[in-house]
Protein backbone atom coordinates (compact mmCIF):
# COMPACT_ATOMS: atom_id res chain seq x y z
CA UNK A 1 0.00 0.00 0.00
CA UNK A 2 1.63 3.35 -1.05
CA UNK A 3 2.49 6.06 1.62
CA UNK A 4 -0.78 8.09 1.10
CA UNK A 5 0.29 10.55 3.90
CA UNK A 6 3.13 11.35 2.21
CA UNK A 7 1.59 12.23 -1.42
CA UNK A 8 -0.46 14.02 1.08
CA UNK A 9 2.48 15.84 2.26
CA UNK A 10 4.64 16.24 -0.82
CA UNK A 11 1.72 17.96 -2.56
CA UNK A 12 -0.75 19.73 -0.38
CA UNK A 13 2.04 20.32 2.50
CA UNK A 14 -1.28 18.59 5.20
CA UNK A 15 0.55 16.12 7.53
CA UNK A 16 -3.09 14.26 8.47
CA UNK A 17 -6.04 13.40 6.46
CA UNK A 18 -9.58 14.70 7.55
CA UNK A 19 -12.10 12.24 8.87
CA UNK A 20 -13.62 9.49 5.96
CA UNK A 21 -10.60 10.23 3.67
CA UNK A 22 -8.45 7.71 3.96
CA UNK A 23 -11.18 5.49 4.27
CA UNK A 24 -11.92 6.76 0.80
CA UNK A 25 -8.66 6.90 -0.44
CA UNK A 26 -7.89 2.86 0.23
CA UNK A 27 -11.30 1.49 -1.29
CA UNK A 28 -10.96 3.31 -4.19
CA UNK A 29 -7.05 2.04 -4.57
CA UNK A 30 -7.77 -1.04 -3.57
CA UNK A 31 -10.47 -0.93 -6.97
CA UNK A 32 -13.35 -0.57 -5.23
CA UNK A 33 -16.69 1.52 -6.52
CA UNK A 34 -17.07 4.08 -4.07
CA UNK A 35 -19.43 6.07 -3.13
CA UNK A 36 -18.01 9.02 -0.65
CA UNK A 37 -20.98 11.20 1.14
CA UNK A 38 -18.73 13.79 2.86
CA UNK A 39 -20.19 17.43 3.45
CA UNK A 40 -19.41 20.45 1.82
CA UNK A 41 -15.91 21.16 2.91
CA UNK A 42 -14.90 17.65 3.72
CA UNK A 43 -12.39 17.55 1.40
CA UNK A 44 -14.07 15.49 -1.27
CA UNK A 45 -11.50 16.31 -4.00
CA UNK A 46 -8.74 15.00 -2.17
CA UNK A 47 -9.94 11.73 -1.85
CA UNK A 48 -9.67 11.50 -6.09
CA UNK A 49 -6.21 13.36 -6.31
CA UNK A 50 -4.68 11.47 -3.97
CA UNK A 51 -5.72 8.10 -5.29
CA UNK A 52 -4.86 8.90 -8.37
CA UNK A 53 -1.29 9.98 -7.60
CA UNK A 54 -1.05 6.51 -6.05
CA UNK A 55 -1.82 4.91 -9.39
CA UNK A 56 -0.47 4.46 -12.52
CA UNK A 57 -2.26 6.61 -15.39
CA UNK A 58 -4.94 9.47 -15.38
CA UNK A 59 -7.65 9.85 -13.56
CA UNK A 60 -11.21 11.24 -15.51
CA UNK A 61 -12.97 13.64 -13.45
CA UNK A 62 -16.83 14.25 -14.59
CA UNK A 63 -17.76 17.59 -13.34
CA UNK A 64 -20.67 19.33 -14.50
CA UNK A 65 -19.49 23.32 -14.09
CA UNK A 66 -16.67 25.05 -15.93
CA UNK A 67 -15.52 27.18 -13.46
CA UNK A 68 -14.76 24.92 -10.95
CA UNK A 69 -13.24 22.68 -13.56
CA UNK A 70 -10.81 25.58 -13.66
CA UNK A 71 -10.50 26.53 -10.50
CA UNK A 72 -9.27 22.58 -9.76
CA UNK A 73 -6.82 22.33 -12.60
CA UNK A 74 -5.37 25.49 -12.12
CA UNK A 75 -4.97 24.53 -8.54
CA UNK A 76 -3.28 20.87 -9.84
CA UNK A 77 -0.98 22.86 -11.57
CA UNK A 78 0.07 25.11 -8.79
CA UNK A 79 1.05 21.81 -6.99
CA UNK A 80 3.30 20.42 -10.05
CA UNK A 81 0.85 17.86 -11.10
CA UNK A 82 -0.46 17.76 -14.63
CA UNK A 83 -4.12 18.48 -15.72
CA UNK A 84 -5.83 19.52 -18.05
CA UNK A 85 -10.15 20.33 -18.54
CA UNK A 86 -11.93 20.17 -22.06
CA UNK A 87 -15.66 21.95 -21.94
CA UNK A 88 -17.41 23.95 -24.37
CA UNK A 89 -15.21 27.44 -24.53
CA UNK A 90 -12.32 25.80 -26.28
CA UNK A 91 -12.22 25.11 -30.08
CA UNK A 92 -12.37 21.10 -31.59
CA UNK A 93 -8.43 21.73 -32.47
CA UNK A 94 -7.87 22.71 -28.83
CA UNK A 95 -9.84 19.58 -27.99
CA UNK A 96 -8.12 17.43 -29.91
CA UNK A 97 -4.78 18.27 -28.87
CA UNK A 98 -5.48 18.25 -24.93
CA UNK A 99 -6.82 14.60 -26.02
CA UNK A 100 -3.90 13.40 -27.59
CA UNK A 101 -1.93 14.76 -24.93
CA UNK A 102 -3.83 12.62 -22.08
CA UNK A 103 -3.35 9.10 -24.66
CA UNK A 104 0.58 10.18 -25.34
CA UNK A 105 1.35 12.54 -22.32
CA UNK A 106 1.93 12.18 -18.29
CA UNK A 107 -0.94 14.01 -17.53
CA UNK A 108 -2.26 12.20 -14.44
CA UNK A 109 -5.95 14.33 -14.56
CA UNK A 110 -8.55 15.17 -17.29
CA UNK A 111 -11.39 17.02 -16.16
CA UNK A 112 -15.04 17.14 -18.66
CA UNK A 113 -17.98 18.02 -18.66
CA UNK A 114 -20.85 14.57 -18.05
CA UNK A 115 -22.03 16.09 -22.27
CA UNK A 116 -18.92 15.78 -23.28
CA UNK A 117 -18.35 11.92 -22.81
CA UNK A 118 -20.80 11.23 -25.04
CA UNK A 119 -19.20 11.77 -27.65
CA UNK A 120 -17.73 9.92 -30.10
CA UNK A 121 -14.31 11.86 -30.31
CA UNK A 122 -13.73 11.40 -26.63
CA UNK A 123 -14.96 7.96 -26.51
CA UNK A 124 -12.28 7.17 -28.89
CA UNK A 125 -9.84 8.60 -27.48
CA UNK A 126 -10.34 7.58 -23.37
CA UNK A 127 -10.45 4.00 -25.14
CA UNK A 128 -6.85 4.58 -25.94
CA UNK A 129 -6.01 6.14 -22.33
CA UNK A 130 -4.06 4.50 -19.52
CA UNK A 131 -7.20 5.34 -17.08
CA UNK A 132 -6.84 4.24 -14.08
CA UNK A 133 -9.72 5.67 -11.57
CA UNK A 134 -13.15 7.41 -13.27
CA UNK A 135 -13.93 10.20 -10.36
CA UNK A 136 -17.69 11.83 -10.43
CA UNK A 137 -17.85 15.12 -9.12
CA UNK A 138 -21.57 16.22 -7.46
CA UNK A 139 -22.66 12.49 -8.23
CA UNK A 140 -26.58 12.96 -6.88
CA UNK A 141 -26.55 14.86 -10.38
CA UNK A 142 -27.15 11.43 -11.85
CA UNK A 143 -30.03 10.34 -9.91
CA UNK A 144 -33.65 11.30 -10.82
CA UNK A 145 -35.00 11.46 -7.42
CA UNK A 146 -32.17 14.00 -6.43
CA UNK A 147 -32.14 17.31 -6.36
CA UNK A 148 -30.20 18.52 -9.39
CA UNK A 149 -30.96 15.56 -12.18
CA UNK A 150 -29.09 15.82 -15.21
CA UNK A 151 -29.60 13.82 -17.93
CA UNK A 152 -25.99 13.56 -19.68
CA UNK A 153 -24.72 11.91 -15.95
CA UNK A 154 -26.43 8.75 -17.02
CA UNK A 155 -23.78 8.21 -20.09
CA UNK A 156 -20.73 7.89 -17.24
CA UNK A 157 -21.47 4.17 -17.05
CA UNK A 158 -21.10 3.74 -20.98
CA UNK A 159 -17.63 4.43 -20.12
CA UNK A 160 -16.32 1.51 -17.84
CA UNK A 161 -16.47 -1.68 -20.56
CA UNK A 162 -13.58 1.04 -22.57
CA UNK A 163 -11.59 1.34 -19.30
CA UNK A 164 -13.08 -1.96 -17.48
CA UNK A 165 -10.08 -1.97 -14.80
CA UNK A 166 -10.55 1.57 -13.51
CA UNK A 167 -12.85 1.56 -10.33
CA UNK A 168 -15.52 4.88 -10.44
CA UNK A 169 -15.51 7.23 -6.79
CA UNK A 170 -18.13 9.12 -7.02
CA UNK A 171 -18.39 12.15 -4.41
CA UNK A 172 -21.39 14.55 -3.40
CA UNK A 173 -22.25 16.65 -0.44
CA UNK A 174 -25.83 15.90 -0.15
CA UNK A 175 -27.85 12.05 -0.67
CA UNK A 176 -30.71 11.18 0.77
CA UNK A 177 -30.58 7.04 1.23
CA UNK A 178 -32.62 6.72 -2.04
CA UNK A 179 -30.69 9.17 -3.63
CA UNK A 180 -27.34 7.23 -2.88
CA UNK A 181 -28.71 3.85 -4.01
CA UNK A 182 -29.90 5.19 -7.39
CA UNK A 183 -26.01 6.32 -7.62
CA UNK A 184 -24.46 3.50 -7.24
CA UNK A 185 -26.83 1.51 -9.57
CA UNK A 186 -26.68 3.99 -12.33
CA UNK A 187 -22.82 4.32 -12.32
CA UNK A 188 -22.98 0.42 -12.34
CA UNK A 189 -21.52 -0.21 -8.63
CA UNK A 190 -20.03 -3.58 -8.88
CA UNK A 191 -20.96 -3.92 -5.46
CA UNK A 192 -23.07 -1.45 -2.91
CA UNK A 193 -19.76 0.71 -1.02
CA UNK A 194 -20.88 3.49 0.70
CA UNK A 195 -18.79 5.69 2.91
CA UNK A 196 -20.32 8.46 5.18
CA UNK A 197 -19.40 11.15 6.96
CA UNK A 198 -21.67 12.24 9.66
CA UNK A 199 -24.10 15.52 8.69
CA UNK A 200 -23.80 17.29 11.87
CA UNK A 201 -21.64 20.60 12.23
CA UNK A 202 -20.61 21.02 15.61
CA UNK A 203 -19.87 24.59 15.00
CA UNK A 204 -22.67 25.74 12.82
CA UNK A 205 -25.71 27.50 14.39
CA UNK A 206 -29.09 27.00 12.26
CA UNK A 207 -30.97 29.99 13.00
CA UNK A 208 -34.49 30.72 11.52
CA UNK A 209 -35.44 34.40 11.54
CA UNK A 210 -39.09 34.90 11.05
CA UNK A 211 -39.18 38.61 10.06
CA UNK A 212 -41.21 40.48 7.78
CA UNK A 213 -38.34 43.27 7.28
CA UNK A 214 -35.73 41.24 5.73
CA UNK A 215 -32.76 44.24 4.96
CA UNK A 216 -33.30 45.18 8.52
CA UNK A 217 -32.53 41.73 9.92
CA UNK A 218 -30.16 40.98 7.38
CA UNK A 219 -27.89 44.18 8.54
CA UNK A 220 -28.63 43.22 12.29
CA UNK A 221 -26.89 39.88 11.50
CA UNK A 222 -24.08 41.44 9.05
CA UNK A 223 -23.36 44.17 11.89
CA UNK A 224 -23.35 42.02 14.25
CA UNK A 225 -21.03 38.74 13.39
CA UNK A 226 -17.68 39.88 12.40
CA UNK A 227 -15.98 38.52 9.71
CA UNK A 228 -17.05 37.42 6.26
CA UNK A 229 -19.94 36.20 5.07
CA UNK A 230 -22.24 35.13 1.83
CA UNK A 231 -25.93 36.15 1.15
CA UNK A 232 -28.15 33.87 -1.43
CA UNK A 233 -30.52 35.37 -3.57
CA UNK A 234 -32.41 33.56 -5.59
CA UNK A 235 -32.76 35.88 -8.83
CA UNK A 236 -30.26 37.99 -9.93
CA UNK A 237 -32.29 40.99 -9.91
CA UNK A 238 -32.73 40.41 -6.29
CA UNK A 239 -28.82 39.98 -5.67
CA UNK A 240 -27.67 43.45 -7.47
CA UNK A 241 -30.68 45.29 -5.26
CA UNK A 242 -29.66 43.62 -1.73
CA UNK A 243 -26.17 44.05 -3.13
CA UNK A 244 -26.51 48.18 -3.12
CA UNK A 245 -28.66 48.09 -0.23
CA UNK A 246 -25.82 46.92 1.74
CA UNK A 247 -23.25 49.11 0.19
CA UNK A 248 -25.83 51.93 1.08
CA UNK A 249 -25.57 51.07 4.37
CA UNK A 250 -21.48 51.20 4.64
CA UNK A 251 -21.05 47.66 4.33
CA UNK A 252 -18.42 46.81 1.94
CA UNK A 253 -20.76 44.04 -0.63
CA UNK A 254 -21.09 43.17 -4.17
CA UNK A 255 -23.07 40.58 -6.32
CA UNK A 256 -22.70 37.69 -7.82
CA UNK A 257 -24.62 35.88 -10.70
CA UNK A 258 -24.44 33.63 -14.21
CA UNK A 259 -25.58 36.57 -15.56
CA UNK A 260 -22.43 38.40 -15.26
CA UNK A 261 -18.96 37.70 -17.66
CA UNK A 262 -16.34 35.30 -16.95
CA UNK A 263 -14.03 37.49 -16.13
CA UNK A 264 -16.17 39.91 -13.55
CA UNK A 265 -17.25 36.73 -12.15
CA UNK A 266 -13.57 35.89 -11.36
CA UNK A 267 -12.89 39.50 -10.21
CA UNK A 268 -15.62 39.79 -7.77
CA UNK A 269 -14.89 36.11 -6.76
CA UNK A 270 -11.07 36.92 -5.94
CA UNK A 271 -12.26 40.32 -4.44
CA UNK A 272 -13.97 38.18 -1.74
CA UNK A 273 -11.88 35.75 -1.28
CA UNK A 274 -8.73 37.98 -0.25
CA UNK A 275 -11.02 40.20 2.10
CA UNK A 276 -11.85 43.15 0.18
CA UNK A 277 -15.12 42.47 0.35
CA UNK A 278 -17.21 41.55 3.54
CA UNK A 279 -20.18 40.13 2.14
CA UNK A 280 -20.84 38.36 -1.20
CA UNK A 281 -24.49 38.37 -2.53
CA UNK A 282 -24.94 35.46 -4.87
CA UNK A 283 -27.19 33.28 -6.44
CA UNK A 284 -26.08 29.39 -5.80
CA UNK A 285 -23.88 29.78 -8.66
CA UNK A 286 -21.70 31.01 -6.49
CA UNK A 287 -19.91 28.79 -3.74
CA UNK A 288 -18.66 25.16 -5.54
CA UNK A 289 -15.65 24.30 -4.88
CA UNK A 290 -14.50 28.10 -3.04
CA UNK A 291 -11.66 27.17 -0.85
CA UNK A 292 -12.45 30.09 1.74
CA UNK A 293 -12.47 28.15 5.12
CA UNK A 294 -13.28 31.53 7.60
CA UNK A 295 -16.75 32.46 6.17
CA UNK A 296 -18.93 32.92 9.53
CA UNK A 297 -22.32 33.09 8.41
CA UNK A 298 -24.66 32.18 5.29
CA UNK A 299 -27.74 34.34 5.26
CA UNK A 300 -30.58 32.72 2.87
CA UNK A 301 -32.70 35.42 2.08
CA UNK A 302 -35.22 33.63 0.63
CA UNK A 303 -36.65 30.34 1.08
CA UNK A 304 -34.37 27.30 -0.39
CA UNK A 305 -35.71 24.83 -3.30
CA UNK A 306 -34.76 21.47 -1.40
CA UNK A 307 -32.86 20.91 1.75
CA UNK A 308 -29.66 18.90 -0.17
CA UNK A 309 -29.05 22.66 -1.97
CA UNK A 310 -29.28 24.11 1.64
CA UNK A 311 -27.54 22.15 3.42
CA UNK A 312 -24.65 22.50 0.73
CA UNK A 313 -24.99 26.46 0.71
CA UNK A 314 -25.12 26.79 4.66
CA UNK A 315 -22.21 24.76 5.17
CA UNK A 316 -19.53 26.76 3.66
CA UNK A 317 -19.63 28.65 6.69
CA UNK A 318 -17.61 27.67 9.27
CA UNK A 319 -15.27 25.56 7.50
CA UNK A 320 -12.51 26.27 9.64
CA UNK A 321 -14.23 24.17 12.82
CA UNK A 322 -15.15 27.75 14.45
CA UNK A 323 -18.51 29.28 15.74
CA UNK A 324 -20.46 30.03 12.54
CA UNK A 325 -23.95 31.16 11.27
CA UNK A 326 -26.42 29.83 8.82
CA UNK A 327 -29.29 31.91 9.05
CA UNK A 328 -32.76 31.73 6.96
CA UNK A 329 -34.73 34.99 6.80
CA UNK A 330 -38.34 33.54 6.41
CA UNK A 331 -41.90 35.74 6.15
CA UNK A 332 -45.03 35.20 5.49
CA UNK A 333 -45.75 35.24 1.65
CA UNK A 334 -42.04 32.79 1.21
CA UNK A 335 -44.64 29.68 1.28
CA UNK A 336 -46.54 30.96 -1.04
CA UNK A 337 -43.94 31.77 -3.77
CA UNK A 338 -42.42 28.62 -3.13
CA UNK A 339 -45.37 26.46 -4.03
CA UNK A 340 -45.77 28.58 -6.90
CA UNK A 341 -42.35 27.76 -7.97
CA UNK A 342 -43.20 24.21 -7.98
CA UNK A 343 -46.18 24.58 -9.98
CA UNK A 344 -43.99 26.94 -12.42
CA UNK A 345 -41.45 24.38 -12.87
CA UNK A 346 -44.33 21.73 -14.32
CA UNK A 347 -46.59 23.56 -16.50
CA UNK A 348 -49.85 21.15 -16.90
CA UNK A 349 -49.48 18.82 -19.98
CA UNK A 350 -51.93 20.56 -22.16
CA UNK A 351 -49.48 23.73 -21.79
CA UNK A 352 -46.24 21.82 -22.87
CA UNK A 353 -48.08 20.53 -26.21
CA UNK A 354 -49.22 24.16 -26.86
CA UNK A 355 -46.21 25.59 -26.55
CA UNK A 356 -44.52 23.09 -27.83
CA UNK A 357 -46.49 23.79 -31.42
CA UNK A 358 -45.95 27.29 -30.61
CA UNK A 359 -42.21 26.91 -31.06
CA UNK A 360 -42.14 24.82 -34.15
CA UNK A 361 -44.76 27.50 -35.76
CA UNK A 362 -42.14 30.12 -34.85
CA UNK A 363 -38.98 28.43 -36.34
CA UNK A 364 -41.43 27.69 -39.31
CA UNK A 365 -41.69 24.47 -39.34
CA UNK A 366 -44.32 21.99 -40.51
CA UNK A 367 -45.26 18.59 -39.16
CA UNK A 368 -42.66 15.98 -39.65
CA UNK A 369 -39.64 17.93 -40.61
CA UNK A 370 -36.94 20.26 -38.62
CA UNK A 371 -34.93 17.15 -37.46
CA UNK A 372 -31.10 18.00 -36.18
CA UNK A 373 -31.52 21.09 -37.35
CA UNK A 374 -30.61 24.66 -35.13
CA UNK A 375 -32.20 27.52 -35.01
CA UNK A 376 -31.92 31.03 -33.32
CA UNK A 377 -34.00 31.45 -30.46
CA UNK A 378 -34.98 34.84 -28.89
CA UNK A 379 -36.69 33.77 -25.58
CA UNK A 380 -37.79 36.59 -25.14
CA UNK A 381 -39.26 37.57 -28.31
CA UNK A 382 -40.67 34.70 -28.69
CA UNK A 383 -42.62 35.28 -24.86
CA UNK A 384 -43.75 38.90 -26.07
CA UNK A 385 -45.48 37.39 -29.66
CA UNK A 386 -47.27 34.33 -28.18
CA UNK A 387 -47.62 36.60 -24.71
CA UNK A 388 -46.40 33.40 -22.17
CA UNK A 389 -44.15 34.19 -19.24
CA UNK A 390 -40.63 32.90 -19.64
CA UNK A 391 -40.80 30.42 -16.90
CA UNK A 392 -43.19 28.78 -18.09
CA UNK A 393 -41.23 28.44 -21.39
CA UNK A 394 -37.66 27.32 -20.22
CA UNK A 395 -40.02 24.85 -17.72
CA UNK A 396 -41.22 23.43 -20.72
CA UNK A 397 -38.48 23.61 -22.53
CA UNK A 398 -36.50 21.42 -19.91
CA UNK A 399 -39.35 19.03 -19.78
CA UNK A 400 -39.14 18.93 -23.90
CA UNK A 401 -35.38 18.17 -23.43
CA UNK A 402 -35.55 15.11 -21.01
CA UNK A 403 -38.06 13.78 -23.14
CA UNK A 404 -35.26 14.16 -26.36
CA UNK A 405 -36.64 16.19 -28.20
CA UNK A 406 -34.73 19.16 -27.83
CA UNK A 407 -31.95 21.14 -26.70
CA UNK A 408 -31.44 24.60 -25.53
CA UNK A 409 -27.96 25.89 -25.13
CA UNK A 410 -26.91 28.44 -22.89
CA UNK A 411 -23.19 29.05 -24.56
CA UNK A 412 -22.85 32.74 -25.25
CA UNK A 413 -20.47 31.75 -28.04
CA UNK A 414 -21.95 28.89 -30.04
CA UNK A 415 -19.26 27.95 -32.54
CA UNK A 416 -19.96 26.68 -36.01
CA UNK A 417 -21.14 23.01 -35.98
CA UNK A 418 -21.69 20.38 -38.76
CA UNK A 419 -22.26 16.71 -39.52
CA UNK A 420 -22.19 14.78 -42.92
CA UNK A 421 -25.46 13.56 -43.85
CA UNK A 422 -24.66 11.62 -46.06
CA UNK A 423 -22.58 8.45 -46.43
CA UNK A 424 -18.95 7.83 -46.88
CA UNK A 425 -19.74 6.15 -50.33
CA UNK A 426 -22.26 9.28 -51.21
CA UNK A 427 -19.59 11.81 -50.49
CA UNK A 428 -16.96 10.25 -52.54
CA UNK A 429 -19.13 10.63 -55.43
CA UNK A 430 -19.81 14.45 -54.51
CA UNK A 431 -16.44 15.24 -54.44
CA UNK A 432 -15.92 13.35 -57.67
CA UNK A 433 -18.62 15.26 -59.52
CA UNK A 434 -17.88 18.59 -57.74
CA UNK A 435 -14.25 19.42 -58.07
CA UNK A 436 -14.07 23.03 -56.22
CA UNK A 437 -14.99 21.27 -53.28
CA UNK A 438 -13.41 18.33 -53.16
CA UNK A 439 -10.07 19.46 -51.56
CA UNK A 440 -11.83 21.40 -49.29
CA UNK A 441 -13.81 18.30 -47.99
CA UNK A 442 -10.52 16.41 -47.69
CA UNK A 443 -9.51 18.84 -45.69
CA UNK A 444 -12.15 18.73 -43.28
CA UNK A 445 -12.21 14.79 -43.01
CA UNK A 446 -8.21 15.23 -41.97
CA UNK A 447 -8.79 17.94 -39.17
CA UNK A 448 -11.96 16.49 -37.68
CA UNK A 449 -13.51 13.40 -36.78
CA UNK A 450 -16.70 11.95 -36.11
CA UNK A 451 -18.63 13.92 -38.48
CA UNK A 452 -20.95 11.47 -39.66
CA UNK A 453 -21.92 10.77 -36.24
CA UNK A 454 -22.62 14.01 -34.67
CA UNK A 455 -22.32 17.45 -34.75
CA UNK A 456 -18.98 18.36 -34.75
CA UNK A 457 -17.32 22.21 -33.38
CA UNK A 458 -15.53 23.50 -35.82
CA UNK A 459 -13.35 26.64 -35.89
CA UNK A 460 -12.93 28.35 -39.44
CA UNK A 461 -9.79 30.67 -38.29
CA UNK A 462 -7.97 27.15 -37.66
CA UNK A 463 -8.65 25.54 -40.78
CA UNK A 464 -7.63 28.72 -42.84
CA UNK A 465 -4.48 28.77 -40.85
CA UNK A 466 -3.53 25.24 -42.38
CA UNK A 467 -5.29 25.74 -45.37
CA UNK A 468 -4.61 29.01 -46.73
CA UNK A 469 -8.37 29.36 -47.37
CA UNK A 470 -9.76 33.07 -46.63
CA UNK A 471 -12.43 32.54 -43.54
CA UNK A 472 -14.60 34.00 -45.83
CA UNK A 473 -14.44 31.25 -48.76
CA UNK A 474 -15.11 28.36 -45.69
CA UNK A 475 -18.54 30.04 -45.09
CA UNK A 476 -19.28 29.70 -48.20
CA UNK A 477 -17.96 26.65 -48.95
CA UNK A 478 -20.22 25.16 -45.72
CA UNK A 479 -23.45 27.42 -47.35
CA UNK A 480 -22.59 25.23 -50.63
CA UNK A 481 -22.41 21.99 -49.05
CA UNK A 482 -25.52 22.64 -46.95
CA UNK A 483 -27.17 23.72 -50.61
CA UNK A 484 -26.14 20.20 -52.00
CA UNK A 485 -27.34 18.28 -48.66
CA UNK A 486 -24.05 17.15 -48.07
CA UNK A 487 -24.04 18.51 -44.27
CA UNK A 488 -26.03 19.70 -41.67
CA UNK A 489 -24.75 23.39 -41.30
CA UNK A 490 -25.11 25.33 -38.11
CA UNK A 491 -23.35 28.83 -38.27
CA UNK A 492 -21.47 29.79 -35.71
CA UNK A 493 -24.01 32.86 -33.46
CA UNK A 494 -23.65 34.65 -30.29
CA UNK A 495 -26.98 33.46 -28.96
CA UNK A 496 -28.85 30.68 -27.89
CA UNK A 497 -29.76 27.76 -29.79
CA UNK A 498 -32.91 25.72 -30.14
CA UNK A 499 -31.53 22.58 -31.39
CA UNK A 500 -33.97 20.06 -32.46
CA UNK A 501 -33.44 16.41 -32.14
CA UNK A 502 -36.38 15.22 -33.76
CA UNK A 503 -39.13 16.23 -36.61
CA UNK A 504 -42.22 17.91 -35.13
CA UNK A 505 -44.90 16.11 -34.10
CA UNK A 506 -48.70 16.25 -34.03
CA UNK A 507 -49.85 17.21 -30.35
CA UNK A 508 -51.08 13.66 -29.79
CA UNK A 509 -48.35 11.70 -30.44
CA UNK A 510 -46.08 14.22 -28.19
CA UNK A 511 -45.34 11.75 -25.20
CA UNK A 512 -44.08 13.09 -21.75
CA UNK A 513 -42.86 10.22 -19.42
CA UNK A 514 -43.76 9.17 -16.21
CA UNK A 515 -40.24 10.19 -14.81
CA UNK A 516 -39.62 13.12 -16.46
CA UNK A 517 -42.85 14.73 -14.85
CA UNK A 518 -45.19 13.08 -12.62
CA UNK A 519 -42.67 11.17 -10.83
CA UNK A 520 -40.47 14.51 -10.62
CA UNK A 521 -42.79 16.55 -10.13
CA UNK A 522 -43.93 14.55 -6.78
CA UNK A 523 -40.95 14.44 -5.79
CA UNK A 524 -40.31 18.30 -5.89
CA UNK A 525 -43.59 18.57 -3.82
CA UNK A 526 -41.92 15.93 -1.31
CA UNK A 527 -38.79 18.19 -1.21
CA UNK A 528 -40.15 21.63 -0.90
CA UNK A 529 -42.76 19.21 2.06
CA UNK A 530 -39.08 19.08 4.17
CA UNK A 531 -38.32 22.46 3.80
CA UNK A 532 -41.40 23.56 5.44
CA UNK A 533 -40.67 21.18 7.80
CA UNK A 534 -37.54 22.36 8.66
CA UNK A 535 -38.32 25.92 8.91
CA UNK A 536 -41.75 25.84 10.59
CA UNK A 537 -41.22 23.15 13.30
CA UNK A 538 -40.04 24.58 16.65
CA UNK A 539 -39.96 21.42 18.62
CA UNK A 540 -37.43 19.66 16.98
CA UNK A 541 -33.51 20.66 16.58
CA UNK A 542 -32.94 22.09 13.22
CA UNK A 543 -29.77 19.80 12.99
CA UNK A 544 -31.65 16.94 13.63
CA UNK A 545 -34.32 17.27 11.28
CA UNK A 546 -31.43 17.72 8.47
CA UNK A 547 -29.59 14.33 9.65
CA UNK A 548 -32.26 12.40 9.90
CA UNK A 549 -33.41 13.75 6.33
CA UNK A 550 -30.11 12.14 5.05
CA UNK A 551 -30.76 9.10 6.99
CA UNK A 552 -28.47 9.30 9.54
CA UNK A 553 -29.69 7.50 12.76
CA UNK A 554 -29.51 9.68 15.87
CA UNK A 555 -31.79 11.81 18.33
CA UNK A 556 -28.57 13.95 19.71
CA UNK A 557 -29.60 17.71 19.33
CA UNK A 558 -27.21 20.29 18.46
CA UNK A 559 -27.39 22.34 21.36
CA UNK A 560 -26.85 25.66 19.26
CA UNK A 561 -29.45 25.86 16.50
CA UNK A 562 -32.26 28.46 17.31
CA UNK A 563 -34.83 25.61 18.58
CA UNK A 564 -32.17 24.46 21.18
CA UNK A 565 -31.60 27.58 22.17
CA UNK A 566 -35.02 28.45 23.07
CA UNK A 567 -35.66 24.95 25.08
CA UNK A 568 -32.26 25.55 27.22
CA UNK A 569 -33.58 28.67 27.96
CA UNK A 570 -37.20 27.69 28.80
CA UNK A 571 -35.61 24.84 30.63
CA UNK A 572 -33.96 27.50 32.20
CA UNK A 573 -36.60 29.23 33.30
CA UNK A 574 -38.47 26.51 34.23
CA UNK A 575 -35.60 25.35 37.03
CA UNK A 576 -35.41 28.95 38.30
CA UNK A 577 -39.29 28.62 38.71
CA UNK A 578 -39.00 25.70 40.49
CA UNK A 579 -36.00 26.89 42.54
CA UNK A 580 -38.18 29.72 43.39
CA UNK A 581 -41.21 27.80 44.84
CA UNK A 582 -38.69 25.66 46.72
CA UNK A 583 -36.76 28.65 48.28
CA UNK A 584 -39.89 30.07 49.48
CA UNK A 585 -41.25 26.83 50.76
CA UNK A 586 -38.50 26.26 53.09
CA UNK A 587 -38.79 29.91 54.19
CA UNK A 588 -42.01 29.80 54.99
CA UNK A 589 -42.15 26.72 57.17
CA UNK A 590 -38.31 28.37 59.53
CA UNK A 591 -35.50 30.99 59.04
CA UNK A 592 -32.50 29.60 57.90
CA UNK A 593 -29.40 30.47 56.17
CA UNK A 594 -27.75 29.67 52.60
CA UNK A 595 -25.51 26.52 53.60
CA UNK A 596 -29.16 24.95 55.01
CA UNK A 597 -31.04 25.79 52.14
CA UNK A 598 -28.59 24.47 49.70
CA UNK A 599 -28.69 21.10 51.41
CA UNK A 600 -32.66 21.31 51.67
CA UNK A 601 -33.18 22.13 47.96
CA UNK A 602 -31.61 19.39 44.97
CA UNK A 603 -31.02 20.42 41.49
CA UNK A 604 -28.37 23.04 39.86
CA UNK A 605 -26.43 25.23 42.62
CA UNK A 606 -26.17 28.06 40.36
CA UNK A 607 -29.87 28.43 39.63
CA UNK A 608 -30.35 28.45 43.15
CA UNK A 609 -28.10 30.62 43.93
CA UNK A 610 -29.25 32.95 40.71
CA UNK A 611 -32.88 32.74 41.90
CA UNK A 612 -32.09 33.74 45.37
CA UNK A 613 -30.07 36.81 44.66
CA UNK A 614 -33.29 37.77 42.58
CA UNK A 615 -35.74 37.07 45.42
CA UNK A 616 -33.40 39.05 48.26
CA UNK A 617 -32.78 42.36 45.21
CA UNK A 618 -36.63 41.99 45.24
CA UNK A 619 -37.11 42.33 48.85
CA UNK A 620 -39.02 39.07 48.74
CA UNK A 621 -35.96 37.50 51.14
CA UNK A 622 -34.30 39.25 53.81
CA UNK A 623 -30.64 38.37 54.72
CA UNK A 624 -29.72 39.33 58.20
CA UNK A 625 -26.00 40.25 59.09
CA UNK A 626 -25.45 36.88 61.08
CA UNK A 627 -26.63 35.17 57.20
CA UNK A 628 -29.91 34.05 58.52
CA UNK A 629 -32.66 34.20 55.46
CA UNK A 630 -36.30 34.98 56.02
CA UNK A 631 -39.38 35.90 54.02
CA UNK A 632 -39.65 39.47 54.86
CA UNK A 633 -43.65 38.32 54.72
CA UNK A 634 -44.78 35.11 56.02
CA UNK A 635 -48.36 35.45 53.75
CA UNK A 636 -45.70 35.16 50.32
CA UNK A 637 -47.40 31.99 48.72
CA UNK A 638 -45.68 31.69 45.42
Known amino acids: MPDFNA ?100 YKFLYVSPERIDTTIFKARFAKMPVSLIAVDEAHCISQWGYDFRPAYLNIAALRPLAPNAPILAVTATATPEVANDIMKRLEFAAPNLKKMSFARPNLSYLIRKVEDKNGQLLKIIQGIPGTGIVYCRTR ?25 YPLRAAKQDAWLKGSLQVIVATNAFGMGIDKHEVRYVVHYEMPETLEAYY ?4 RAGRDGKPAFAVLLNSAGDRLTANKRVSDEFP ?29 F ?109 ISYIPRKQSPLLILNEERLTPDNLRISPDSYANRKKNAIHRLE ?47 QE ?60
Open 530 to 576: SVFEYIERTDKCRSLILQNYFGEKTDLPCGLCDVCRNDKKQNTNDKR
Open 579 to 638: AKRFIISVLQKKDTDIKELSAIIKGDSDIVKAELRELIASGTVIQHKDGTLSLSSKNVTN
Open 7 to 106: ILKKYWGYDSFRPLQKEVIESVYNGYDTLALMPTGGGKSITFQVAALAKEGICIVVTPLISLMKDQVDNLRRHKIMAQAIHSGLTSREIDIILDNCVYGD
Open 378 to 486: NLYDFCSKFRIFSVTVLNTIKILQLNGYMTLTEEIDNPTRIMFTVSREELYRIQINHEELENFIRILLRLYTGLFSEFVAIDEEYIAHLSGYTTEYIGNAFKRLGQLRV
Open 348 to 376: PIETIKNIYNLLYNYLQIGIGEGKTTAHD
Open 312 to 315: QEAG
Open 237 to 261: KECETVSEMLVRNNIAADFYHGGLS
